[in-house]
C-alpha cells in the first residue's frame, strides 16, 4: 500500500521538528500556511492532543520572548487565539446548554447537592462542569459558604442572561407543537391556598395560558401547608403557589414580597403605623386552633412578645370579613386581599416596621417538566412587588 506524502512549504522546511509533531522556533508574527486535505484534519486532532490547553485547529502566537512549542494541529488556520491575562493565551469558550442549566439550577437551590438532585446528575459532574464555566469565562460564578453558594455579582447578571437563553431554546422546541410534543395538550398542575388562588393564581395563570394556549392549568386548594407539601412530595401536583418559607426537602422560586397588614372595625383607636407590641390583649379574628395559619400566627405573636384576645374563631375566609364589619375584632390579612374584600367598610393600617411576607413557587426537587419551567419563568418575570402604603 503506497503511503501519502505530505508536502511542506517551503517556510517550514527549515523549522526544527520533533518526531512528537511538534515544531519550535517558528515565528511569533508569522501566519501559518493551510494545509488542504485529510491530513490537516489528522493534524489537528494530533495537535489537540498534544496541546490540551488549546482548541484543535487554532494557532497561538507565542509572547516576545517566549519560545512556545506550535504543534502541526494549530497549522491549520489563520485565526488567532484570544489572550487572557490571568490564564495565559487561551480560545474563547461558549458555554454549553448543560453547563447553564447546571448554573441555574444551582441558583435555585442554593447548594451544588441540591441542584445535582434537581438535575439528576452526580454531584461531582455539576461541580466539574460549573467549575469549567468558571475557568472558560474567566470569572468566578459562585462564592462557596459551607455547605452552601451564593451567586456572586457576575453570577447573578450570568444567570439571569442563562434564564433568557434557556426559554428562548424552549421556545424554539415548540416552534411547529402548538400543544406539545405530538400535538397533545400538556396539563399543569399547582396546588396553593385560597387566598393565594384568589390573588396570584386568577393574576398568573390566566397570562401564562394565553401565552402558551397548549398547557391546561389545574388548580388543586389547600388550606393547611402539610397537604401541599405531601401533593409535592407524591406528585399529584408539580407547582405550589405558597407562603415562604417552606419545608427544606423543596425546592423555592421567590416571586413577590406582600405586605401583612392590620384591618380593623370602623372607629378603632389605633395609631397609623401600629407598632406590633399594640397587638397584645387586642380583640382577634382567627382561625381555628390547630390549624396551619393559627399554628403560623401564634408562632409570629410568640415571637412579637405578644398575646391577642381571640374575639372570633373561623376558618372561612368571608366569616373574617363579617367579623371584622360587624366589630367583633381585627384581622391580620394580606393588603391587596383586604382592599378588595373591605373596601372602605374597616380601617387599614400597615405595620411599624413594615412586616412583609414572601411568596414563591416552590416544587419537589426533581426535573420539571417544560410547562412547569416556563410557569416559573412567566411567574418570576411577571409578578410584582408588593411595598408598604406610604
Same mark, same amino acid.
Given at each position: 500500500?503506497?503511503?501519502?506524502?505530505?508536502?511542506?512549504?517551503?517556510?517550514?522546511?527549515?523549522?526544527?521538528?520533533?518526531?512528537?509533531? /511538534?515544531? #519550535? !522556533?517558528?515565528? &511569533?508574527?508569522?501566519? $501559518?500556511?493551510?494545509?488542504?486535505? =485529510?491530513?490537516?484534519? @489528522?493534524? +489537528?486532532?494530533?495537535?489537540?492532543?498534544?496541546?490540551?490547553?488549546?482548541?484543535?485547529?487554532?494557532?497561538?502566537?507565542?509572547?516576545?520572548?517566549?519560545?512556545?512549542?506550535?504543534?502541526?494541529?494549530?497549522?491549520?488556520?489563520?485565526?488567532?487565539?484570544?489572550?487572557? /491575562?490571568? #490564564? !495565559?493565551?487561551? &480560545?474563547?469558550?461558549? $458555554?454549553?446548554?448543560?453547563?447553564? =442549566?447546571?448554573?441555574? @439550577?444551582? +441558583?435555585?437551590?442554593?447548594?451544588?447537592?441540591?441542584?445535582?438532585?434537581?438535575?439528576?446528575?452526580?454531584?461531582?459532574?455539576?461541580?466539574?462542569?460549573?467549575?469549567?464555566?468558571?475557568?472558560?469565562?474567566?470569572?468566578?460564578?459562585?462564592?462557596?459558604?459551607?455547605?452552601?453558594?451564593?451567586?456572586?455579582?457576575?453570577?447573578?447578571?450570568?444567570?439571569?442572561?442563562?434564564?433568557?437563553?434557556?426559554? @428562548?431554546?424552549?421556545?424554539?422546541?415548540?416552534?411547529?407543537?402548538?400543544?406539545?410534543?405530538?400535538?397533545?395538550?400538556?396539563?399543569?398542575?399547582?396546588?396553593?391556598?385560597?387566598?393565594?388562588?384568589?390573588?396570584?393564581?386568577?393574576?398568573?395563570?390566566?397570562?401564562?395560558?394565553?401565552?402558551?394556549?397548549?398547557?391546561?392549568?389545574?388548580?388543586?386548594?389547600?388550606?393547611?401547608?402539610?397537604?401541599?407539601?405531601?401533593?409535592?412530595?407524591?406528585?399529584?401536583?408539580?407547582?405550589?403557589?405558597?407562603?415562604?418559607?417552606?419545608?427544606?426537602?423543596?425546592?423555592?422560586?421567590?416571586?413577590?414580597?406582600?405586605?401583612?397588614?392590620?384591618?380593623?372595625?370602623?372607629?378603632?383607636?389605633?395609631?397609623?403605623?401600629?407598632?406590633?407590641?399594640?397587638?397584645?390583649?387586642?380583640?382577634?379574628?382567627?382561625?381555628?386552633?390547630?390549624?396551619?395559619?393559627?399554628?403560623?400566627?401564634?408562632?409570629?405573636?410568640?415571637?412579637?412578645?405578644?398575646?391577642?384576645?381571640?374575639?372570633?374563631?373561623?376558618?372561612?375566609?368571608?366569616?373574617?370579613?363579617?367579623?371584622?364589619?360587624?366589630?367583633?375584632?381585627?384581622?391580620?390579612?394580606?393588603?391587596?386581599?383586604?382592599?378588595?374584600?373591605?373596601?372602605?367598610?374597616?380601617?387599614?393600617?400597615?405595620?411599624?416596621?413594615?412586616?412583609?411576607?414572601?411568596?414563591?413557587?416552590?416544587?419537589?426537587?426533581?426535573?420539571?417538566?417544560?410547562?412547569?419551567?416556563?410557569?416559573?419563568?412567566?411567574?418570576?418575570?411577571?409578578?410584582?412587588?408588593?411595598?408598604?402604603?406610604?
Amino acid at each position: 500500500m503506497r503511503s501519502k506524502v505530505l508536502h511542506v512549504p517551503e517556510c517550514y522546511r527549515r523549522l526544527p521538528c520533533r518526531f512528537d509533531g /511538534t515544531v #519550535r !522556533g517558528a515565528s &511569533p508574527g508569522r501566519r $501559518p500556511a493551510v494545509f488542504p486535505g =485529510r491530513a490537516g484534519a @489528522a493534524g +489537528a486532532r494530533a495537535g489537540a492532543r498534544r496541546e490540551p490547553g488549546l482548541m484543535p485547529g487554532r494557532y497561538a502566537s507565542a509572547p516576545p520572548g517566549h519560545a512556545h512549542p506550535v504543534t502541526f494541529g494549530q497549522l491549520f488556520t489563520m485565526t488567532p487565539l484570544t489572550g487572557s /491575562t490571568s #490564564r !495565559g493565551y487561551r &480560545p474563547v469558550m461558549t $458555554p454549553t446548554l448543560a453547563q447553564l =442549566r447546571y448554573l441555574v @439550577a444551582v +441558583a435555585d437551590c442554593g447548594s451544588i447537592t441540591g441542584a445535582a438532585a434537581s438535575v439528576f446528575v452526580a454531584q461531582s459532574a455539576l461541580s466539574r462542569a460549573v467549575q469549567a464555566m468558571e475557568r472558560d469565562l474567566g470569572i468566578e460564578l459562585l462564592a462557596r459558604r459551607g455547605r452552601g453558594v451564593d451567586l456572586t455579582p457576575e453570577g447573578t447578571r450570568v444567570v439571569r442572561l442563562a434564564r433568557t437563553v434557556l426559554d @428562548a431554546v424552549d421556545a424554539i422546541d415548540d416552534i411547529g407543537t402548538p400543544n406539545g410534543k405530538g400535538g397533545r395538550a400538556t396539563t399543569l398542575t399547582l396546588v396553593t391556598t385560597p387566598t393565594l388562588a384568589l390573588d396570584l393564581a386568577s393574576e398568573l395563570v390566566p397570562a401564562y395560558t394565553a401565552r402558551h394556549p397548549g398547557v391546561h392549568v389545574r388548580l388543586h386548594q389547600h388550606d393547611g401547608r402539610e397537604s401541599l407539601v405531601q401533593e409535592l412530595l407524591d406528585g399529584t401536583s408539580e407547582l405550589a403557589l405558597v407562603d415562604l418559607p417552606v419545608d427544606k426537602e423543596l425546592s423555592t422560586h421567590h416571586i413577590q414580597e406582600r405586605e401583612v397588614v392590620l384591618v380593623s372595625p370602623a372607629g378603632s383607636r389605633l395609631p397609623d403605623p401600629v407598632p406590633f407590641r399594640m397587638l397584645d390583649g387586642l380583640p382577634m379574628v382567627l382561625p381555628t386552633p390547630g390549624t396551619g395559619r393559627r399554628t403560623e400566627m401564634e408562632a409570629m405573636f410568640s415571637c412579637l412578645g405578644v398575646r391577642p384576645v381571640p374575639a372570633f374563631e373561623v376558618d372561612e375566609r368571608l366569616a373574617w370579613v363579617t367579623g371584622v364589619t360587624d366589630g367583633r375584632g381585627s384581622l391580620i390579612w394580606y393588603r391587596d386581599v383586604v382592599l378588595r374584600a373591605f373596601g372602605s367598610r374597616a380601617e387599614i393600617r400597615s405595620f411599624t416596621p413594615p412586616l412583609l411576607r414572601p411568596v414563591g413557587i416552590a416544587h419537589a426537587r426533581r426535573p420539571l417538566t417544560r410547562a412547569a419551567r416556563a410557569f416559573i419563568a412567566h411567574a418570576r418575570h411577571n409578578a410584582p412587588v408588593r411595598e408598604p402604603a406610604r
